[in-house]
């Protein structure tokens, strides 16, 4: 399973990728927003220290702006993915980019038919959001286990990326469940390396050791 930091703040992704947990990047324009700088810029940094892909979303609505903008987003680096939301323009503009090699996340994903009709419309990823499901008193984890069995009975080579992470559970639920991808907020990734009898062992070994 890959892991991808969702944030837009570089001093977070440069901590993470000091770390060895960043494969990728996924920004959405709340998280731009926060940086208080421009997509184009906040993404052209982030692929100076990424190498893996880093999805920028579109804010046109319509698909053939959907699809100039894409184009112009793809221009920044050659590992930018064109993230789009999930309409019918939106489907529009992820098939003619597809055929352009330009790749495409879909996002904002809710339920197992709309990300079946993102992979038949060429995404390289989908993007389902567990935590908003959850928020609405709905199993988001669920909705990856229909993914992936889905995508599996008809060999689909679309990414299924698990979004909208709150917590380490998420974390352990995807990898069992088989998800290609995580994006995890870099609060969570702390969170996925640490363990109070960690702490604690530590602290005995350092204490017989005298060092304590
Ligand atoms: C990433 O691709 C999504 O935009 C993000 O995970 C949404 O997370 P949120 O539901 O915590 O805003």
Redesign the pocket.
């Known amino acids: 399973m890959k892991f991808f930091i969702?944030t837009a703040n570089i001093e977070e992704i440069k901590q993470a990728h000091l770390r060895g947990w960043v494969d990728g990047v996924?920004t959405?324009p709340?998280l731009i927003a926060k940086t208080g700088k421009s997509r184009e810029e906040v993404i052209a940094e982030i692929c100076q220290i990424v190498k893996g892909p880093v999805?920028a979303e579109v804010l046109a609505t319509q698909s053939e702006e959907m699809i100039l903008e894409g184009e112009r987003l793809s221009q920044i680096a050659e590992n930018v993915v064109v993230?789009i939301p999930m309409t019918e323009d939106g489907l529009i503009a992820v098939r003619q980019l597809s055929e352009k090699g330009i790749k495409t996340n879909v996002?904002l994903i809710f339920n197992a038919v709309q990300a079946l009709m993102a992979a038949k419309a060429g995404a390289y990823l989908v993007?389902p959001?567990v935590?908003?499901l959850d928020d609405v008193g709905t199993q988001g984890m669920e909705l990856i286990s229909q993914i992936v069995q889905i995508f599996s009975n008809y060999s689909l080579t679309t990414q299924v990326l698990v979004?909208?992470?709150?917590h380490p559970l998420h974390v352990l639920e995807s990898a069992l469940i088989g998800a290609d991808v995580v994006?995890v907020p870099f609060a969570v990734l702390k969170k996925l390396t640490s363990h109070p009898l960690t702490d604690k062992g530590l602290d005995q070994f350092l204490k017989d050791a005298g060092l304590r």
Request: net charge positive.
């Open positions: 969702d996924t959405n709340s999805s993230k996002t993007s959001f935590g908003r979004a909208s992470i709150r994006t």
